[in-house]
């Protein structure tokens, strides 16, 4: 009863999340580290007033490719059986094209990297080759018992971190240059 008093926006997601799960055995596992490409549909839920996808729903879909590329690395079951989970600190996004209804798409989606304190994932949307909008996600991972997971335990459970990837300086700056005063350090 509760899903029928829910929000376009929320049935929207639930409905996404569905079809995700039903399609991670045929898509394949994946590496942490690699790209996961999940295809998308512009459906009329989407929309704007002015007929294409509006900004909100970027960030909804970035949160089902997020789920995409966890599930399919087996980084999402670690972390529930350690009663860890993700949360989203801090988010920029850049529009470049519009996209239009019932327009295919796909959301690519990489880890970049992790400092001490945040994890940070780079996603694009695409249609073929070309880039509708660019984002840039920093993340924390919490613990249910409280508090947050220490960045050694956290890389651990990933297996390690690559030594050869790391997280473009304008994006730390700019993690830094956002700090909210009176916010945890």
Same mark, same amino acid.
């Given at each position: $009863?509760?899903?029928?008093?829910?929000?376009?926006? #929320?049935?929207?997601?639930?409905?996404?999340?569905?079809?995700?799960?039903?399609?991670?055995?045929?898509?394949?596992?994946?590496g942490l580290w690699d790209t996961a490409v999940t295809p998308f549909r512009v459906v009329p839920t989407d929309l704007d007033p002015f007929g294409h996808m509006?900004?909100?729903?970027?960030?909804? !879909? $970035?949160?089902?490719?997020? !789920?995409?590329?966890? $599930?399919?690395?087996?980084?999402?079951?670690? $972390?529930?059986?350690?009663?860890?989970?993700?949360?989203?600190?801090?988010?920029? !996004?850049?529009?470049?094209?519009?996209? #239009?209804?019932? #327009?295919?798409?796909?959301?690519?989606?990489?880890?970049?990297?992790?400092?001490?304190?945040?994890?940070?994932?780079?996603?694009?949307?695409?249609?073929?080759?070309?880039?509708?909008? #660019?984002?840039?996600?920093?993340?924390?991972?919490?613990?249910?018992?409280?508090?947050?997971?220490?960045?050694?335990?956290?890389?651990?459970?990933?297996?390690?971190?690559?030594?050869?990837?790391?997280?473009?300086?304008?994006?730390?700056?700019?993690?830094?240059?956002?700090?909210?005063?009176?916010?945890?350090?």
């Amino acid at each position: $009863m509760r899903l029928l008093r829910l929000g376009g926006g #929320q049935m929207n997601l639930y409905f996404r999340l569905l079809l995700l799960w039903l399609r991670l055995r045929r898509r394949g596992a994946i590496g942490l580290w690699d790209t996961a490409v999940t295809p998308f549909r512009v459906v009329p839920t989407d929309l704007d007033p002015f007929g294409h996808m509006t900004n909100s729903r970027y960030l909804t !879909i $970035m949160d089902v490719g997020r !789920i995409d590329l966890m $599930m399919r690395s087996g980084f999402w079951s670690k $972390m529930k059986d350690k009663g860890w989970y993700p949360v989203v600190a801090g988010q920029t !996004i850049t529009y470049k094209k519009s996209l #239009q209804p019932w #327009q295919r798409f796909e959301l690519r989606t990489r880890v970049l990297g992790f400092d001490e304190r945040w994890g940070y994932t780079e996603q694009t949307f695409c249609v073929g080759d070309v880039v509708y909008a #660019q984002a840039f996600v920093r993340t924390r991972f919490l613990k249910r018992s409280g508090g947050s997971v220490e960045h050694d335990a956290l890389e651990k459970v990933a297996g390690g971190f690559p030594v050869d990837r790391e997280v473009p300086n304008w994006l730390v700056e700019l993690t830094a240059a956002t700090r909210i005063e009176g916010s945890a350090k």
